[in-house]
């Protein structure tokens, strides 16, 4: 049962476009909101996180949207550059699941230069 | 610092054969965790640990052992390799379960034939 939905699967932009990658979620017990970036051939890594009392959260040119009545989640990339052409991860963990990490199904952004 | 290792980094086995898969860690972190990745599936849990001498299963645990004898290592193995079980395995691990960022190794690349 896949608790974190992701969508979409691939994403492809220009430079300088505004890729968002959209996660939903069930359980309202979750209350961290990790991204992970991956590259190919590589482990993946944090790359920005979220708790259910804010928002909104900016780390440089990357920014998580958090509706928490939705049940839903978002990472934009302002000014994308070919550079972050990855596979995004998005996850939740919460007391109930003992904090364990449960992954979206990715998706694979490609930014054309 | 060599973070999280992980060895081998790729294998081919044959239907029924048996592996161990080492994961190594030396940041002295308490969690560790063992997953798979497949296409269009993202991450799946398959065993964890939350410190030296305890494990637990996770999300996709059928046909998987672990043992954490040291705290720095967290071994994955296969007892009699199925096809089923082909996919990219990566190991992780953090300081404790909540809310802290999971660093993940190189991964392990399994072809069961």
């Known amino acids: 049962q896949q608790q974190v939905k992701q969508s979409p699967q691939s994403l492809i932009v220009q430079k300088g476009g505004i890729p968002i990658i959209n996660c939903a979620y069930e359980?309202?017990?979750?209350?961290?909101f990790p991204w992970y970036q991956q590259f190919p051939g590589k482990g993946p890594a944090l790359l920005i996180a979220?708790?259910?009392?804010?928002s909104e959260k900016k780390e440089g040119r990357f920014t998580i949207s958090f509706n928490k009545s939705a049940k839903q989640f978002s990472l934009h990339i302002m000014d994308s550059q070919p550079g972050d052409s990855a596979t995004y991860f998005c996850?939740?963990?919460?007391?109930?699941?003992?904090?364990?990490?449960?992954f979206g199904s990715g998706t694979r952004l490609l930014v054309r230069p | 610092n060599a973070g999280v290792t992980q060895t081998p980094k790729f294998r081919v086995l044959k239907t029924g054969q048996s592996m161990t898969l080492l994961c190594a860690q030396d940041?002295?972190?308490?969690?560790m965790y063992w997953y798979r990745q497949d296409p269009g599936m993202g991450l799946r849990l398959i065993h964890y640990?939350?410190?030296?001498?305890?494990?637990a299963k996770g999300e996709v645990p059928d046909g998987y052992n672990v043992s954490r004898l040291k705290k720095q290592n967290f071994l994955l193995g296969l007892e009699s390799a199925a096809p089923s079980q082909t996919s990219v395995y990566f190991c992780?691990?953090?300081?404790?379960?909540?809310?802290?960022?999971?660093?993940f190794g190189p991964g392990t690349r399994l072809t069961v034939t």
């Open positions: 992780a691990s953090t300081l404790s379960g909540r809310r802290n960022e999971q660093y």
């Open positions: 359980n309202t017990a979750f209350d961290y």
């Open positions: 979220i708790r259910p009392d804010v």
């Open positions: 996850a939740a963990s919460g007391v109930d699941s003992s904090y364990k990490l449960i």
């Open positions: 940041m002295n972190h308490e969690y």
């Open positions: 640990s939350v410190g030296e001498g305890t494990t």
